[in-house]
């Protein structure tokens, strides 16, 4: 039941409904009557947290009756944990979390997600040394300027080099079930550098590795890097560009470059509280759709406005200077060479708020792919844990009650479809993806197991 307090927004819209509705004219829908009214949501000091925070400065939130405290965790494990404990009634995850915890690759859970939080805003840094040793050799454009974007072939000789110096080559991603993990192994394997493989006995995901890669929180990534631990890695903004402004490395190339409007953060729940507490569940919906809304309105009118809330410390907390770099259309690798980059951020537009299906399983093929998922799945396995996990008919619903109050257009919602996109060839090598076919897909990619292929004693078995 819900409680008989409630915020002032709600009591004000109940009233102008009543009043409405006594006045003979049409009204607008009160709030869901949300069984849970108190929420505690969690998230990472990231820029693409933004419509949770966008949700509460604007009100969207007080307006389907939600009273939301929003608070920063440590990492991505503690904030998995403490969703799964309750102690967080939901949060900003990274789109691998809810399908790793529900297969159980790390903790075990049953996490869905019914909305996509953001397209793209990743990027991969390398050292000034690194970047150097990497730089002579690349080509330029008509303007004099290298070429984007930059594939990893030309780093391929300098870490053979580190490698017959006896200097292991590091890099560092910010969780193993993390789209900057498996961007960053895309991008590598893409240029025939072998980013290491899972195993049930060996979770370090460096088996047979010409990079190794390792976890390091998203915040803590320009000081490793500063400190020499290691020479590169792969995380969201600010912390690519704080790379530029602190004069410690290059980002060489944007997650846009390396799959085109790619997914990569969601709102996560757990399985049980969406089916306890389902009209609060639609209320967040309707207050972050609104959120993703505002943030990509009018051409991005609003950003410099997003900017200045996300600086705050209660949220991101880096330069707003730094945070406007990437959220306000353009980029800036070299010192110096920042370039339009219009869909860096996308929030909604593209339909970046709808979970597919495809996404889901394109995750789950980069498990596989890595040895995450040990053994061969059939087709119909990937398809029932997308479905599992993400939920585009609850998104539908709080879009349709969004529609029906006026606060959004039926056109600016995908009704039709079954859940997957069209063949997708928007990544660096040009392998075109199938979301209905995960294992033809495997098998077209060239680094990593595919088939019966799993992992024993270190070697890989099977064809």
């Known amino acids: 039941m819900a409680k008989t307090a409630f915020p002032l927004r709600r009591l004000l819209a109940s009233a102008a409904a009543a009043v409405a509705l006594t006045a003979g004219v049409s009204a607008f829908a009160a709030p869901l009557d949300v069984e849970k009214e108190q929420l505690k949501l969690g998230f990472i000091k990231l820029t693409d947290m933004a419509p949770l925070a966008v949700a509460v400065e604007k009100g969207f939130f007080e307006d389907e009756g939600l009273s939301v405290t929003l608070e920063p965790q440590a990492n991505w494990k503690v904030l998995l944990d403490r969703v799964i404990s309750g102690e967080l009634d939901g949060a900003h995850m990274?789109?691998?979390?809810?399908?790793?915890?529900?297969?159980?690759?790390?903790?075990?859970?049953?996490?869905?997600?019914?909305?996509?939080?953001?397209?793209?805003?990743?990027?991969i840094t390398l050292s000034n040394e690194v970047w150097q040793k990497m730089r002579a050799g690349l080509p330029k454009g008509p303007d004099g300027k290298i070429a984007h974007p930059i594939k990893a072939d030309a780093l391929k000789p300098v870490i053979a080099q580190y490698k017959a110096e006896g200097k292991p080559f590091t890099m560092g991603m910010v969780f193993p079930v993390s789209t900057h993990n498996y961007e960053l192994r895309y991008w590598l394997a893409a240029g025939g550098i072998n980013p290491g493989l899972?195993?049930?006995?060996?979770?370090?995901?460096?088996?047979?590795?010409?990079?190794?890669?390792?976890?390091?929180?998203?915040?803590?990534?320009?000081?490793?890097?500063?400190?020499?631990?290691?020479?590169?890695y792969s995380v969201g903004e600010p912390w690519?560009?704080?790379?530029?402004?602190?004069?410690?490395?290059?980002?060489?190339?944007?997650?846009?470059?390396?799959?085109?409007?790619?997914?990569?953060?969601?709102?996560?729940?757990?399985?049980?509280?969406?089916?306890?507490?389902?009209n609060t569940h639609l209320a967040v919906l309707k207050a972050l759709i609104r959120a993703a809304m505002w943030l990509d309105e009018n051409n991005?009118?609003?950003r410099a406005e997003a900017v200045k809330m996300l600086a705050k410390s209660d949220y991101v907390g880096a330069d707003a200077k730094v945070i406007a770099n990437s959220m306000t259309g353009t980029f800036e690798y070299e010192k110096g060479d920042k370039?339009?980059?219009p869909d860096f951020n996308v929030f909604f537009r593209y339909n970046a708020n709808y979970p597919f299906y495809s996404d889901a399983i394109w995750y789950l093929t980069q498990m596989r792919r890595w040895g995450q998922i040990a053994e061969a799945k059939p087709d119909s396995w990937y398809a029932k844990v997308a479905a599992d996990v993400y939920k585009p008919e609850l998104f539908l619903k709080a879009?349709?009650?969004?529609?029906?109050?006026?606060?959004?257009?039926?056109?600016?919602?995908?009704?039709?479809?079954?859940?997957?996109?069209?063949?997708?060839?928007?990544?660096?090598?040009?392998?075109?993806?199938?979301g209905h076919k995960p294992n033809d897909y495997l098998g077209t990619l060239p680094i990593g197991l595919k088939g019966?292929?799993?992992?024993?004693?270190?070697?890989?078995v099977g064809g």
């Open 94 to 123: 990274l789109a691998g979390q809810p399908l790793g915890a529900t297969i159980g690759f790390g903790t075990k859970a049953h996490i869905v997600t019914a909305f996509s939080m953001d397209l793209n805003g990743n990027g």
């Open 198 to 232: 899972y195993s049930p006995t060996d979770v370090s995901g460096q088996i047979g590795a010409d990079a190794l890669l390792s976890v390091t929180p998203p915040p803590q990534m320009p000081a490793t890097l500063e400190a020499g631990t290691i020479y590169g």
């Open 240 to 278: 690519n560009q704080q790379a530029v402004v602190k004069g410690i490395g290059v980002p060489v190339i944007t997650d846009t470059e390396i799959w085109k409007n790619n997914p990569e953060k969601v709102f996560g729940v757990t399985d049980d509280w969406a089916k306890k507490y389902p």
């Open 300 to 302: 991005n009118a609003n």
């Open 339 to 341: 370039r339009d980059v």
């Open 399 to 434: 879009a349709r009650l969004l529609v029906e109050e006026g606060k959004a257009k039926e056109s600016d919602f995908l009704w039709t479809g079954d859940g997957y996109k069209p063949v997708d060839s928007g990544f660096i090598d040009g392998i075109p993806y199938d």
């Open 452 to 460: 019966d292929q799993k992992v024993e004693g270190g070697q890989v």
